[in-house]
């Protein structure tokens, strides 16, 4: 059994948050606050494995006539001309309370009828899959720093499939309960539950999608979040004897996993890419057992050297590490100059003015019963989080069981949950080697390694890129996507691509 190990992490994120960003907390800030509460023997968080919750009742399934085209979007205040179609709206997933998801839906931008169904979900625990995966990754478009106008993003993954976007749980983005207090019940087990509801739901309004190869890919603390859904949805399948969901495979990336195998591999990260000393490293070796979940217990030294690789690492994007930061986050009066492979470190404020605005609001039918609140890249209103498992690698086992596709990669640049956890995470399971590691090729650069796995699992890293790995190498993130979704081996010669 797994233990909980989140020591380290809580005692080195307790200072680290407070690099604060203007607007709402970032995605891997919303992880380090779950840690830390995670990390408090009096938390109550149920770290056990996952057991989804069993039976979805028919009740939840409503009729959806009509109600696609009135998602419809026009057209998105600013937004350049397209020829793909996009939707957007809420989905009752509990009627009785009044509690509703909020989606955003790209078509591919060719082929829309015989191209794949693909979910994208951020983590957090807390954070919106419109502020990042939608609006500064792998979504059609990016918004200028006027927070005004949007310009096109030419690696879009709707070149590759239809992507679905959902702000989950509720009290995320636009997503929202009428029984607030649901909001601090929220936790692992609910969060699949209704996602998968949502999805039941979805799937009735956009009925041509029924049946569809669907594939869920995520992001961080969606570690948790895309195997727990992909689980129900195998659990559902297997109850009703009938594909219900035509799931094909999952891909998460610097993606929360295994406790234990995660905080470890970020310190000797931090070692191996010289940001803290040696003395520091061996120190934390040393002196901090990386598998209690007491913080109590830790000695003097342990403190002292984790608060010393804080100190070494504050002033640092640690989720992209040789990135810049954003120095000024005000808006712009005139957009300034972009380039889609160049980041914008501040572009969460852009996003945060621009999916604010009435007009877009209205565009996206979002914000429908006009909320209390503000929208926020990452939720203060999801507040305590009931459960998390220390470790999803037996749901991983599972899925390589029953033959889906299993895809694990790593932008080698990110510090919070990067590639050294990732791979210690990968070889817990011990799986022997199919294809040993080579790298990968885009446009005769090498876009990172791979090592293909017996089982059939399939990790790689993307050279270059930070913890949001389509916002580093949108290109590179690109023809990773495209060789999970047609299930082709990432290309170990520069000669073909
Ligand atoms: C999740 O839900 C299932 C079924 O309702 C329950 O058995 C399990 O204890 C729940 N787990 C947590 C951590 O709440
Ligand atoms: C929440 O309450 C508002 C106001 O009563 C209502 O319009 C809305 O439909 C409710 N949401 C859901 C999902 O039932
Ligand atoms: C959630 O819990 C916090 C802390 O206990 C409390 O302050 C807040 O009012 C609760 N929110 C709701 C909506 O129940
Ligand atoms: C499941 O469905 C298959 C055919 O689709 C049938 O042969 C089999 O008996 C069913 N199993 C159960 C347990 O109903
Ligand atoms: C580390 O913590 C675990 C869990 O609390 C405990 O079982 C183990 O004995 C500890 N190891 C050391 C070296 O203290
Ligand atoms: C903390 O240390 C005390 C004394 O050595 C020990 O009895 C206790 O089990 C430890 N707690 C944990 C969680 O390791
Ligand atoms: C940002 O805008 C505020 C208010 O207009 C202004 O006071 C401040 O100087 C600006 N910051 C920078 C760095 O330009
Ligand atoms: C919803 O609309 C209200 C009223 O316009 C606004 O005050 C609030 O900030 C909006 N909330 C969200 C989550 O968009």
Redesign the pocket.
Known sequence: MEKNSFILVAFFLMLSCMVAPSHGKKQAEALSHLYRTKMKGSSGIVTSLFEPIHSISKDSVHPQEGMKEKDRIEKLPGQPDVQFSQYGGYVTVDKSVGRALYYYFAEAQHSKDSLPLLLWLNGGPGCSSLAYGAMQELGPFRVHSTGKTLYRNRYSWNYAANVLFLESPAGVGFSYSNR?????ESGDNKTAADNYVFLLNWLERFPEYKGRDFYISGESYAGHYVPQLAHTILQHNQKANKTLINLKGIIIGNAVINDETDVKGMYDFFESHALISEDTASRIKKHCNLSSEDTTNSTRECIAAVDEAHRDTYNLDIYNIYGPLCHNSNLTARPKKTSVMNFDPCSDNYVYAYLNRADVQEALHANVTKLDHDWEPCSD?V??WRDSPSTIIPLLQEFMANGLRVWVFSGDTDGRVPVTSTQYSINKMKLPVKTKWHPWYLDAEVGGYTQVYKGDLTFATVRGAGHQVPSYQPKRALSLIKHFLTGAPLPDTSRYN
């Open positions: 607030t207090s649901d909001y601090n209103l507040g305590e």
